[in-house]
């Protein structure tokens, strides 16, 4: 996937920062930092409704002080700015309690000490806001107070930043991703070659994902899959039945959502029960 920075407005029906993004959901809409950056990386994943922003873009859903803390959100952090990393800023606006709301942006540009960011700015302090906007700065100048109170780092949440994984881990990754998006089981031999390239190239969680979202099998089925459906899915491809009752099914479902297990440790788990090893002839 090639990235095309943003240096002009999207439009304010565009579905990324509107229909699909939670902030615009619960009435939060730009202008808002967190709504313009949560849009940006689902348009940058190229999300395609809002189940599908929910599962894939994973960021936090709180004000923007609270994105460079919250590491369920599972992406890497660091100094370093690259293109499609979310930017973190101390801000300077405060809570009724006194806190900072924070503020995040989006990298669109790095050249040479040249770091040129896109952002939306929320209305406060009697001011207007502003839809959209681009700055370029140095990096000594974006962790001055001065500007949003400071850097904090880089929340590295589309920049392709190569994983080093586990082979169990990939496998839990391959067997997720053919239950999730095509609901069906995986023949042995693709789990093995898809795990090997996964360890072998460093390919992204996000890359491998795409690979399916792109597949033509995946546009032959439904749009994003809830995570009840996601379930029943794995229970269909691995057990060949759906969940005897509504408990086991909500059992898996509740993990999901409470943020205890993520989609591949439950088809994994589901996956290597032993009545999933009989109903594939596995001793």
Not at 1 to 19: H, I, V, W
Not at 48 to 64: E, G, I, K, P
Not at 167 to 195: F, H, N, W
Request: aromatic share 14%; with cysteine; charged share 25%.
């Amino acid at each position: 996937m090639s990235f095309t920075p943003r240096l002009t407005a999207p439009d304010r029906d565009n579905p990324y920062y509107t229909k699909y993004s939670p902030y615009w959901q619960a009435g939060k809409g730009m202008p808002n930092c967190t709504a313009y950056s949560w849009g940006r990386i689902a348009e940058l994943k190229q999300v395609t409704s809002y189940q599908d922003s929910l599962d894939r873009v994973h960021l936090c859903r709180s004000n923007a002080r609270k994105w460079w803390d919250y590491t369920d959100d599972g992406y890497q952090r660091g100094q370093d700015p690259a293109p499609g990393a979310v930017a973190v800023f101390q801000g300077i606006a405060r809570t009724p309690q006194g806190d900072t709301y924070g503020h995040v942006m989006i990298v669109e540009q790095v050249e040479g000490d040249a770091i040129t960011l896109s952002g939306s700015d929320a209305a406060v302090d009697g001011s207007s806001g502003r839809y959209f906007y681009v700055d370029t700065l140095t990096i000594d100048e974006l962790r001055d107070p001065s500007y949003h109170g400071g850097l904090l780092g880089f929340i590295y949440a589309y920049t392709e930043v190569k994983e080093s994984m586990s082979e169990l881990d990939a496998k839990k990754l391959v067997v997720c991703d053919y239950a999730q998006y095509l609901g069906r089981m995986p023949a042995q031999s693709d789990i093995d070659a898809d795990t090997q390239n996964i360890v072998n190239t460093g390919i992204s969680t996000e890359q491998y994902d795409y690979s399916f979202l792109v597949s033509q099998e995946y546009h032959d089925r439904s749009g994003a899959l809830a995570a009840q459906d996601f379930v029943t899915r794995c229970y269909r491809a691995f057990l060949g039945r759906f969940p005897e009752s509504e408990d086991a099914l909500m059992y898996y479902v509740g993990r999901i959502i409470d943020g205890s297990a993520r989609y591949r440790d439950i088809a994994w788990e589901i996956y290597q029960s032993e009545e999933a090893k009989h109903y594939r002839g596995v001793s």
